[in-house]
């Protein structure tokens, strides 16, 4: 027989545990003796590759083939990196990192690994959970379950430290996630999550990068050194620094510049604990949202534990005490919490499927956990008759016609924080067309809001074979999806009373999704509208490479979208700017020429760095031009040359251009403001937000869709109601 393990694929680092024959669940070394197995690969031209340690010293030394953080990018499409003619995925590359953790863990323990608990952030949804379990499978693992992180490290602490009733926050600070999760320990050793939040662009990397800006500072204060390279050198001597500073009050980093020889600059603990209080403020705000949707204040809760690589940092310790008014607790190792609860999970007796009857009411979940308690059990026993519930942490929801037949809204069907399993089915009208092939389309939202625009689309389901009502009365069409207990989401569907699901294809989510954004009136009298030229502008410097740069190149082409139906002449044109500006699309009523140029915006093709601004190059262009007048500045970080970025802007603003300036990111706010001018100012707005803010901009400009949004699709005419569910895949009935 061989063995269960619990493995935390990291962002920075993985490891993986087992409980032992002494009955305690402890880390496996890898075959180097080490706890911890970097998360890096590095890449061969013979194809070959390592993994870990080695690896990781390679990425420092900057050397070719590497590839890092690559779990920050799960369930984005496309390509992460290529090396030597070959694409590698977010997913490919968490596969070869799993069948290596596989590898080793078996050549130590001389055991055969016959099944696993993989660990994801909290905040994973179904875009990211799915290409997870996938990449695990194809490693050649038996995946037990997928578990939340913190979950697992819930589980590490009750194994430890169970208290009936206690009710313990999880803080779990990552290299590139945060995690929120609220647990409750209840009676027959059991613990409930009863609540999980967090931001899955918030970790250790921006405590680098904030560093890395302290670091290039004090080498321009020292010695008037401007070169661009220095960030990316201070960006890779950062993450020393910051973990020097976990143990002293001062740590120095080295660099060797061109014409100047070497230089050592010092950065005290104070220092960098200032430069990064925004970021510790942001978990604050996190922690103060999930208190106050459960009604409760820090009294309410009994422990802190602390979890993950950067709680390591002295100023979270004193931030989580100064802010709750305790210690929080680190006795658990952060950095195999994790791994060692997965373990713990692996080798639980209940099953993952623990919840037989299912519905939203969590009143009514009961786990069916069988079977009296040995009076004298070993210690393996004891540890696997603990049980475990779960929560989802996004809400789910789809496409569907609203109630006066005008437009889109998103049919919420399963909420956030809703128990794990859990299966919620609508049932809605369905005029059937007598040619028979008769479809419907699902599009599956992940997001709160009604607003369709506000939400992400995860994925479409073509529903086949529903069959024609020859009464030409609406047949019922039931629509169930099911969270597992891997988070992970199935979608069925069933035509009225019939017990057999409709065949159900799943594609990726539309490319363009306006046409279901609803809430937009019909186009004001057209040919009225006066002229509009806009100009746009996008920070391409290096600390835009990945996520952010892709959703600003979606937000900017939803806008352009946008004015498809301007009823007037309008003119978009774009550049982008970072140590100088380029303009990559001259003013132009083409708007999908615009939208190409658009396409093809690369970070760092204007420099790494942002010594430059778009102001002068707005001013050429529009300051005589007609009608209204407007320049879109999206930022996500600090400009060198603020004010005079600012003087410029102000130029502008004297010459009737209304200046929009957007931040995300570390943007600043007060830049931000410095910068604009006119009725819409400046919005600064999480990554996430950015497309659908460049939408509402787009309207307030006079943009927007109008009579396209009316458009009904797949014969529904009623919004759905909630029905009777069916057994879901893989459910025991
Ligand atoms: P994890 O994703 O939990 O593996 O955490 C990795 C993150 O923890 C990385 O950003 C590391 O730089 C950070 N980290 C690890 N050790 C320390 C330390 N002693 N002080 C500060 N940060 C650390």
Redesign the pocket.
């Known amino acids: 027989m061989g063995i269960k393990v619990g493995i935390d694929l990291?962002?920075?680092?993985c490891a993986v545990a087992m409980i032992g024959d002494d009955g305690k669940a402890a880390v496996i070394p890898n075959e180097m003796g080490e706890r911890l197995t970097p998360s890096v690969i590095q890449f061969f031209d013979d194809g070959s590759y390592i993994v870990g340690a080695d690896a990781k010293e390679a990425l420092d030394y900057g050397e070719e083939g590497c590839a890092a953080v690559f779990k920050r990018s799960m369930g984005e499409s496309g390509v992460y990196c290529s090396f030597y003619g070959r694409d590698y995925t977010a997913q490919s590359l968490s596969e070869i990192m799993l069948r290596e953790l596989k590898k080793q863990a078996e050549k130590v323990t001389g055991q055969r690994i016959d099944e696993a608990v993989v660990t994801v952030p909290a905040y994973f949804g179904e875009l990211q959970r799915e290409p997870t379990l996938r990449a695990a499978k194809d490693a050649g693992l038996n995946v037990r379950q997928l578990v939340s992180e913190p979950t697992a490290a819930a589980m590490n602490y009750a194994a430890d430290h169970f208290r009936e009733n206690a009710k313990v926050l999880i803080y779990d600070l990552?290299?590139?996630t945060f995690d929120l999760t609220l647990v409750q320990m209840k009676k027959n050793d059991r613990v409930d999550v009863i609540r999980t939040t967090g931001n899955s662009m918030l970790?250790?990397?921006n405590?680098?990068e904030e560093l890395a800006k302290l670091l290039v500072q004090k080498i321009e204060e020292d010695v008037e050194y401007t070169e661009c390279d220095i960030h990316t050198h201070a960006l890779r001597e950062a993450?020393k620094v910051?973990?020097a500073l976990?143990s002293a009050m001062k740590a120095r980093a080295h660099f060797t510049l061109d014409d100047y020889g070497s230089c050592t600059v010092e950065v005290t603990r104070e220092e960098f604990d200032d430069a990064t209080a925004h970021l510790r403020e942001k978990t604050r705000g996190l922690c103060i949202n999930l208190l106050d949707s459960m009604k409760l204040s820090w009294r309410d809760i009994n422990a802190v534990v602390l979890v993950?690589?950067?709680t390591?940092?002295p100023q979270i310790k004193k931030f989580i005490k100064q802010m709750s008014g305790r210690e929080p607790l680190s006795r658990v190792n952060?950095?195999e919490a994790v791994a060692i609860g997965a373990a713990i999970m692996a080798n639980l007796k209940a099953q993952p499927y623990a919840v037989q009857k299912i519905t939203n009411d969590e009143s009514v979940i009961r786990t069916l956990r069988k079977g009296s308690v040995p009076a004298k059990e070993t210690a393996v026993e004891s540890l696997q008759k603990l049980s475990v519930s779960d929560v989802v942490a996004h809400t789910l929801g789809k496409v569907t016609v609203n109630r006066d037949g005008t437009g889109y809204k998103n049919q919420i069907i399963i909420r956030e924080n809703s128990v794990i399993p859990v299966k919620v089915a609508v049932a809605e009208q369905f005029y059937t067309k007598d040619e028979g092939g008769n479809e419907s389309e699902i599009i599956m939202l992940q997001g709160s809001s009604e607003n369709v625009r506000e939400c992400t689309a995860v994925c479409r389901y073509i529903v086949s074979g529903i069959e024609h009502d020859p009464t030409h009365n609406p047949t019922i069409l039931k629509v169930q999806y099911s969270y597992d207990a891997n988070g992970i989401v199935h979608v069925q569907a069933r035509q009225g009373d019939s017990d057999k699901d409709l065949p159900a294809k799943k594609l990726p989510a539309p490319d363009d999704m306006s046409r279901y954004y609803e809430g937009i009136s019909a186009p004001p009298a057209k040919a009225k509208a006066e002229p509009l030229r806009i100009m746009m502008a996008v920070d391409v410097s290096g600390s835009m490479t990945g996520r952010p740069m892709e959703e600003a190149k979606k937000a900017m082409c939803r806008f352009i979208d946008e004015f498809s139906c301007y009823p007037g002449d309008v003119k978009i044109g774009a550049m982008a700017v970072s140590d100088r500006t380029q303009v990559v699309c001259e003013l132009t009523n083409d708007l999908t020429a615009c939208r190409e140029k658009v396409g093809e915006i690369e970070v760092c093709m204007t420099g790494l760095c942002n010594e430059a601004d778009p102001f002068d190059e707005i001013l050429n262009r529009l300051a005589v031009a007609r009608g209204k007048k407007v320049g879109v500045v999206l930022a996500d970080g600090v400009w060198s040359y603020r004010d005079k970025a600012i003087t410029r802007a102000k130029r502008c603003a004297a010459m009737g251009i209304n200046i929009i300036g957007m931040g995300f990111g570390e943007a600043d706010e007060e830049f931000l403001k410095a910068i604009s001018s006119g009725e819409i100012g400046a919005i600064k707005v999480e990554l996430d937000e950015l497309t659908p803010t460049f939408g509402k901009i787009a309207q307030e400009l006079g943009g927007g869709r109008g009579g396209k949004s009316r458009r009904l699709f797949g014969g529904s005419k009623t919004p759905p109601t909630e029905c009777e569910t069916w057994p879901a895949p893989g459910e025991q009935t």
């Open positions: 990291g962002t920075t680092f990552g290299g590139g970790g250790g990397k405590w680098d993450e910051k973990i976990s993950g690589g950067s390591r940092m952060p950095d």
